[in-house]
């Protein structure tokens, strides 16, 4: 009689023929099996004169090295780390060090503190461990806020950035035509004025979402 596990592992084979291999080159006419990951962590090589300490922000410097994330120029938060690793002494790529992507308790700025409002909605880092309402000086987003408690603010970090991003409502003063139809210069300044005032409120709205600084 012929062994079960050898029947199981038969099945198995077929159903492999019977879909296609992944191509990265080519156009599919069939099922494919597409290599994926789950996406809860990932492995980046290390700046030069870094060491990563668990459970602060990493963040990717302007060569996609891995750093600790700061107010910094030209930084991109990838997650949380979850290894120390200790390339003080080493260059750019000599030693990898693992992030954790996911929802995470992190510190609330005493100074410039998240409330419930911020739901929804972008923070930005502060320090290694702090986010904050403030984009300080680069406007380094930390992540998405899930919740803001006694104890912290909830984050997702690392993740695809419009994860639970709400929407911003902008009222637009201006009116289409209005500036056309002005009888004298007097009115088109206003209008001209409610105009200006649209654009700052629509950039207050993207930087609120991390889109510009």
């Known amino acids: 009689m012929k062994h079960p596990l050898k029947s199981l592992l038969a099945i ?10 992944f191509n ?6 069939v099922s494919i099996v597409v290599p994926h990951r789950d996406g809860a962590a990932t492995q980046y090589p290390v700046a030069a004169s870094t060491k990563t ?25 990838v997650g949380i780390h979850n290894a120390e690793t200790d390339n003080s002494s080493g260059s ?6 693992g992030v954790s992507k996911g929802l995470f308790l992190v510190a609330n700025s005493a100074t410039n503190a998240l409330t419930d409002a911020y739901i929804g ?3 930005y880092i502060e320090d290694n461990n702090t986010v904050s309402t403030s984009g300080g000086t680069n406007y380094v987003v930390a992540g998405i806020v899930e919740d803001v408690t ?13 994860n639970g991003v709400a929407p911003v409502s902008v009222s637009l003063t201006s009116t289409n035509g209005t500036a056309a139809a002005a009888a004298d210069l007097a009115a088109l300044k206003a209008e001209a004025e409610n105009i200006g005032d ?3 409120a629509i950039k207050a709205a993207l930087i609120l979402h991390g889109l510009l600084k």
């Open 53 to 77: 300490l668990i459970g602060t922000f990493a963040a990717l410097d302007d060569s996609n090295n891995l750093v600790n994330a700061t107010d910094a120029a030209s930084r991109r938060v």
């Open 150 to 162: 006694a104890d912290g603010v909830w984050l997702w970090v690392g993740l695809p950035y419009n």
């Open 24 to 29: 990265a080159n080519a156009t599919t006419t």
């Open 121 to 123: 909605r972008v923070a």
């Open 92 to 97: 750019a790529g000599d030693l990898s060090s």
């Open 198 to 200: 649209d654009v700052r």
């Open 12 to 21: 198995i084979a077929l159903a492999a023929l019977a879909v296609g291999a």
